[in-house]
C-alpha cells in the first residue's frame, strides 16, 4: 500500500507544502503524537478534552484514579471558590453605569468625560488578558489570583474614597486598579476550572461561571440607586461594591489554603500532572486561521456593542422613556437577566446540536433589532432590554465555543486572550464614540428624550455591521470547514476528521526549522490591524481623559 501525503512529511502537496529536509519523518511523527489528544477533544465538541482520550487508553489512569479518589471534595471546594472570587470583579462593574446621571452631575464631567470614565477598564484590558495568561502559565493560579483580587478590592477602596473628594482622577486611577484586576481575575478562572474539569464537567462549570457573573451584574445594576438612596450619598453604592470585593478576596485566600493543603497530601506524580500544560509556541498566532480572524471582528464589533450599551442602557431607560433612576436602573438590570436562565441550557444546547453560525447570526440580528426598538420606538423598553439579553446569552457562548473547535488545544489561552483583547479594544473606542455623540445629541436636541437618537442610530449601524460578520462566518464555516461549527453532536465526528489534518497543521508548520516559509502573508494583517486599533484606542483614551 502506497503512502499517503499525509505521511510524507518531504513531498509537497495543496494540504501539505514540502517541509526542510531537516524536519524529518520521525519529528513530524512525534509531533502528531503530542497532539493527538486535539483529535479525540474536537470530537465531543469541546478543545482541552483529554478525559475520553485518557480513559480508553489508559495513559491517565494513576492520575485519574488519585484525582477521583483522593481530590473530590477538594474538587467542590474549588468549584465554588473561583465562582465566587469574582463575584466582586461584575458587582462592580456596571454600578457606575447605574449611577451614571449622578455621577456626571456630582464630578462636574461631560459624557464625553463619562466614556472616558468608562473606558479605563477595557483600555487597560485590551492587552491584559494576553499578559495574564503568559504570567499565569509562569507563576500559577494561586499568586496570579491573589493579585487579581488584590488589584480589584483596591480599585473600589480608591472608588470609594474619590466620592468623597469629588475628585475625577481619583476616581480615574481607582477605575485603573480596578481594570488591572478585573481583566485578571476571569483567565484566573478559567484557568482553574480547566484544571480541575475535564470533558462535559468543564462545559457545565464554564456555564455555571457565565451564569454566577450575570447574577452579581444584574444585582448590581438593581441595588446601586436603592442603596445609594438608602443612605443619601451616592458614594454608598460604590462603598458596598468595596465590601463584596473584600468577601471576594478572602473566599481567594480560602482557596489558596485549599490549594497548599492538595500539594501537601498529593503524591509528587499527581502534582506534575496538574502543572503539565500543553507548551504554546508563539510563532502558532501567524498560523490562525481566517475563520479565527473573522470571529475576532465579530469580538470588536458584537462584543464591544455589548459592554458600551450595558454602560449607557440605565441613562438611556431614564431619558428616553421618562422614568426616575430607581426605576431605570432596575429596567437596565434586565439586560443581564436571560443569561443567568439560558447560558446553562444553552452549553448543552451547543454541545448536542450545534448551529454555533446560526445562533451568532440570530444573536447579532437581536442586537441590532434591540437597538432600533429602544433607540426609536415606544414600545416598553423591558421588551427590547430582553431582546438585547438574549443577544448577550447566544453569542459570547457560540464565539468561544467556536474558537475552542477551530484551535489546537496548545495555542486556544492565547486565542480566547486575543478575542478578549479585540472585544475590550472595541469597548474602549466605542465607549468614547458613545459619548461624543450623546454630547452633539445634547447640543443639538437638548437633555431630552431624544438626546440619544445619534447613539442608538450608531448603535444600529454597528448591529448592522456585526451581523454581516456574522453571515461571513457561516459561509465560510458551510463551505470552507464542512459545517464543523453547525454540526451536532452525531455529525461531529465526521465533520472534524475531515478538518482534522487542518487544525492539525498549524502545529507542524510552527515547529519547523524553516517556518517562515509556510507563515501566510495575509495573517499579518489582521494582527497589525487588531495593533493599530489597540493604538487608536489608547490615544483617544488619552484625547479624552486629558
Same mark, same amino acid.
Given at each position: 500500500?502506497?503512502?499517503?501525503?499525509?505521511?510524507?512529511?518531504?513531498?509537497?502537496?495543496?494540504?501539505?507544502?514540502?517541509?526542510?529536509?531537516?524536519?524529518?519523518?520521525?519529528? !513530524?511523527?512525534? $509531533?502528531?503524537? %503530542?497532539? #493527538?489528544?486535539?483529535?479525540? +477533544?474536537?470530537?465531543?465538541?469541546? =478543545?482541552? /478534552?483529554? &478525559?475520553?482520550?485518557?480513559?480508553?487508553?489508559?495513559?491517565?489512569?494513576?492520575?485519574?484514579?488519585?484525582?477521583?479518589?483522593?481530590?473530590?471534595?477538594?474538587?467542590?471546594?474549588?468549584?465554588?471558590?473561583?465562582?465566587?472570587?469574582?463575584?466582586?470583579?461584575?458587582?462592580?462593574?456596571?454600578?457606575?453605569?447605574?449611577?451614571?446621571?449622578?455621577?456626571?452631575?456630582?464630578?462636574?464631567?461631560?459624557?464625553?468625560?463619562?466614556?472616558?470614565?468608562?473606558?479605563?477598564?477595557?483600555?487597560?484590558?485590551?492587552?491584559?488578558?494576553?499578559?495574564?495568561?503568559?504570567?499565569?502559565?509562569?507563576?500559577?493560579?494561586?499568586?496570579?489570583?491573589?493579585?487579581?483580587?488584590?488589584?480589584?478590592? !483596591?480599585?473600589? $477602596?480608591?472608588? %470609594?474614597? #474619590?466620592?468623597?473628594?469629588? +475628585?475625577?482622577?481619583?476616581?480615574? =486611577?481607582? /477605575?485603573? &486598579?480596578?481594570?488591572?484586576?478585573?481583566?485578571?481575575?476571569?483567565?484566573?478562572?478559567?484557568?482553574?476550572?480547566?484544571?480541575?474539569?475535564?470533558?462535559?464537567?468543564?462545559?457545565?462549570?464554564?456555564?455555571?461561571?457565565?451564569?454566577?457573573?450575570?447574577?452579581?451584574?444584574?444585582?448590581?445594576?438593581?441595588?446601586?440607586?436603592?442603596?445609594?438612596?438608602?443612605?443619601?450619598?451616592?458614594?454608598?453604592?460604590?462603598?458596598?461594591?468595596?465590601?463584596?470585593?473584600?468577601?471576594?478576596?478572602?473566599?481567594?485566600?480560602?482557596?489558596?489554603?485549599?490549594?497548599?493543603?492538595?500539594?501537601?497530601?498529593?503524591?509528587?506524580?499527581?502534582?506534575?500532572?496538574?502543572?503539565?500544560?500543553?507548551?504554546?509556541?508563539?510563532?502558532?498566532?501567524?498560523?490562525?486561521?481566517?475563520?479565527?480572524?473573522?470571529?475576532?471582528?465579530?469580538?470588536?464589533?458584537?462584543?464591544?456593542?455589548?459592554?458600551?450599551?450595558?454602560?449607557?442602557?440605565?441613562?438611556?431607560?431614564?431619558?428616553?422613556?421618562?422614568?426616575?433612576?430607581?426605576?431605570?436602573?432596575?429596567?437596565?438590570?434586565?439586560?443581564?437577566?436571560?443569561?443567568?436562565?439560558?447560558?446553562?441550557?444553552?452549553?448543552?444546547?451547543?454541545?448536542?446540536?450545534?448551529?454555533?453560525?446560526?445562533?451568532?447570526?440570530?444573536?447579532?440580528?437581536?442586537?441590532?433589532?434591540?437597538?432600533?426598538?429602544?433607540?426609536?420606538?415606544?414600545?416598553?423598553?423591558?421588551?427590547?432590554?430582553?431582546?438585547?439579553?438574549?443577544?448577550?446569552?447566544?453569542?459570547?457562548?457560540?464565539?468561544?465555543?467556536?474558537?475552542?473547535?477551530?484551535?489546537?488545544?496548545?495555542?486556544?489561552?492565547?486565542?480566547?486572550?486575543?478575542?478578549?483583547?479585540?472585544?475590550?479594544?472595541?469597548?474602549?473606542?466605542?465607549?468614547?464614540?458613545?459619548?461624543?455623540?450623546?454630547?452633539?445629541?445634547?447640543?443639538?436636541?437638548?437633555?431630552?428624550?431624544?438626546?440619544?437618537?445619534?447613539?442608538?442610530?450608531?448603535?444600529?449601524?454597528?448591529?448592522?455591521?456585526?451581523?454581516?460578520?456574522?453571515?461571513?462566518?457561516?459561509?465560510?464555516?458551510?463551505?470552507?470547514?464542512?459545517?464543523?461549527?453547525?454540526?451536532?453532536?452525531?455529525?461531529?465526528?465526521?465533520?472534524?476528521?475531515?478538518?482534522?489534518?487542518?487544525?492539525?497543521?498549524?502545529?507542524?508548520?510552527?515547529?519547523?526549522?524553516?517556518?517562515?516559509?509556510?507563515?501566510?502573508?495575509?495573517?499579518?494583517?489582521?494582527?497589525?490591524?487588531?495593533?493599530?486599533?489597540?493604538?487608536?484606542?489608547?490615544?483617544?483614551?488619552?484625547?479624552?481623559?486629558?
Amino acid at each position: 500500500m502506497g503512502r499517503s501525503s499525509e505521511d510524507s512529511p518531504n513531498r509537497s502537496t495543496p494540504d501539505q507544502p514540502l517541509l526542510s529536509d531537516e524536519f524529518s519523518r520521525s519529528t !513530524l511523527n512525534t $509531533l502528531r503524537s %503530542s497532539y #493527538s489528544d486535539v483529535t479525540t +477533544s474536537i470530537e465531543h465538541g469541546e =478543545a482541552r /478534552r483529554r &478525559l475520553s482520550s485518557a480513559s480508553s487508553s489508559g495513559d491517565l489512569t494513576e492520575f485519574e484514579r488519585a484525582w477521583n479518589q483522593q481530590q473530590r471534595g477538594f474538587q467542590v471546594l474549588a468549584l465554588v471558590c473561583t465562582l465566587l472570587i469574582s463575584v466582586g470583579s461584575h458587582y462592580s462593574a456596571h454600578t457606575l453605569g447605574a449611577l451614571k446621571s449622578t455621577v456626571k452631575k456630582e464630578l462636574e464631567i461631560t459624557n464625553t468625560q463619562y466614556g472616558a470614565l468608562q473606558s479605563t477598564v477595557s483600555a487597560v484590558n485590551t492587552v491584559l488578558p494576553i499578559l495574564g495568561g503568559l504570567y499565569i502559565d509562569a507563576c500559577g493560579t494561586n499568586k496570579g489570583s491573589l493579585i487579581a483580587t488584590s488589584l480589584i478590592m !483596591l480599585g473600589n $477602596l480608591i472608588i %470609594s474614597i #474619590s466620592t468623597h473628594m469629588q +475628585s475625577f482622577s481619583t476616581m480615574v =486611577a481607582g /477605575r485603573i &486598579l480596578y481594570g488591572l484586576g478585573s481583566g485578571s481575575i476571569t483567565v484566573v478562572q478559567e484557568t482553574i476550572l480547566g484544571s480541575w474539569f475535564k470533558g462535559k464537567g468543564l462545559a457545565i462549570t464554564i456555564a455555571v461561571q457565565i451564569t454566577t457573573s450575570r447574577i452579581a451584574s444584574f444585582l448590581s445594576m438593581g441595588t446601586a440607586i436603592p442603596i445609594a438612596n438608602r443612605f443619601g450619598f451616592y458614594g454608598a453604592a460604590f462603598w458596598a461594591n468595596f465590601v463584596v470585593c473584600a468577601l471576594s478576596f478572602g473566599i481567594n485566600l480560602v482557596y489558596i489554603g485549599a490549594m497548599r493543603r492538595i500539594h501537601r497530601n498529593t503524591s509528587p506524580q499527581v502534582l506534575e500532572r496538574l502543572r503539565t500544560k500543553h507548551k504554546f509556541n508563539p510563532r502558532l498566532v501567524l498560523f490562525f486561521f481566517g475563520i479565527y480572524w473573522m470571529i475576532i471582528v465579530e469580538s470588536f464589533t458584537l462584543g464591544g456593542g455589548w459592554n458600551s450599551f450595558l454602560h449607557i442602557n440605565s441613562e438611556l431607560v431614564k431619558l428616553r422613556f421618562g422614568v426616575n433612576d430607581a426605576i431605570a436602573a432596575w429596567s437596565a438590570s434586565v439586560s443581564q437577566i436571560m443569561p443567568i436562565f439560558l447560558v446553562p441550557f444553552l452549553g448543552w444546547f451547543f454541545d448536542q446540536y450545534g448551529l454555533r453560525t446560526d445562533m451568532l447570526v440570530v444573536s447579532t440580528s437581536m442586537f441590532t433589532f434591540s437597538m432600533i426598538m429602544l433607540g426609536f420606538t415606544k414600545v416598553n423598553p423591558l421588551v427590547g432590554l430582553v431582546v438585547f439579553s438574549i443577544s448577550l446569552a447566544l453569542g459570547p457562548l457560540a464565539e468561544i465555543t467556536a474558537i475552542s473547535l477551530i484551535l489546537p488545544s496548545s495555542s486556544l489561552g492565547t486565542g480566547l486572550g486575543i478575542y478578549k483583547s479585540a472585544m475590550n479594544t472595541g469597548s474602549t473606542i466605542v465607549d468614547i464614540v458613545v459619548g461624543v455623540l450623546q454630547d452633539r445629541g445634547s447640543r443639538v436636541l437638548e437633555d431630552t428624550e431624544h438626546s440619544y437618537d445619534y447613539v442608538m442610530a450608531f448603535f444600529a449601524a454597528w448591529g448592522a455591521l456585526s451581523t454581516l460578520v456574522a453571515g461571513t462566518i457561516f459561509l465560510v464555516d458551510r463551505f470552507k470547514w464542512n459545517s464543523l461549527l453547525r454540526s451536532n453532536a452525531a455529525n461531529r465526528k465526521e465533520a472534524y476528521h475531515m478538518a482534522k489534518a487542518k487544525i492539525n497543521r498549524p502545529m507542524l508548520y510552527a515547529t519547523a526549522p524553516n517556518w517562515r516559509e509556510y507563515a501566510p502573508l495575509w495573517n499579518y494583517i489582521p494582527l497589525a490591524t487588531l495593533g493599530v486599533l489597540l493604538v487608536t484606542s489608547w490615544i483617544l483614551f488619552a484625547i479624552k481623559l486629558a
